[in-house]
């Protein structure tokens, strides 16, 4: 039996009993119910397992849970102030940047640590950053019409 793993989920304290070798996205989808969270490739390739650890883009697929001990760990679920939709959710939204959604949590949350660390990227750069985030549906013009958009109101102090 494992001993209790506790980290800050989505602005909450938790615990897990889960194997420290356990992946987080499995942790986070079966123990905490938050699917938000895709399986998609298994090997880190194409970003739909995306969460925030202390701000940074982690891909969770490959990521063990015990690496998030005492640490904060935000799920596309966390990203809203309550109801108030995060400015990248609402942006993904207005450019109708998403077709079947299964990219768009690790999309949002790949963005949001790019523009944490660099608030007023050109389109080059965000290409650059987006570049390993795969969209089988082709929405990304939109999308990175979108991150754009989010990148202007948040600079404008709205929310980051």
């Known amino acids: 039996m494992s001993a209790p793993l506790s980290f800050r989920l989505n602005g909450q304290p938790v615990q897990t ?10 942790v986070l989808r079966t ?5 938000g969270t895709k399986y998609g490739c298994g090997i ?3 970003g ?6 202390d701000k940074r883009a982690v891909r969770t697929c490959i990521e063990p849970v015990a690496s998030v001990a005492g640490r904060e760990v935000i799920t596309i679920e966390g990203l809203a102030q309550g109801e108030k ?3 990248l ?3 993904f939204m207005q450019n109708d940047a998403l077709q079947c959604g299964f990219c768009t949590p690790g999309m949002i949350l790949t963005a949001y640590a790019f523009l944490h660390a ?17 969209c089988r549906c082709g929405a990304h013009v939109r999308i990175l019409d979108a991150v754009l958009s989010a990148a202007a109101t ?7």
Do not use: Y
Request: aromatic share 4%; with cysteine; charged share 20%.
């Open 118 to 134: 660099n608030p007023d990227p050109t389109r080059e750069q965000l290409i650059k950053a987006l570049d390993h985030n795969l």
């Open 89 to 91: 959710q609402e942006a």
């Open 44 to 46: 880190s390739q194409c």
């Open 154 to 160: 948040m600079r404008k102090g709205a929310s980051s």
């Open 31 to 35: 123990e905490f119910g938050l699917t």
């Open 48 to 53: 739909s397992c995306t969460v925030l650890v």
């Open 85 to 87: 939709l995060h400015p």
């Open 17 to 26: 009993l889960a194997a420290p070798d356990r992946t987080l996205l499995w």
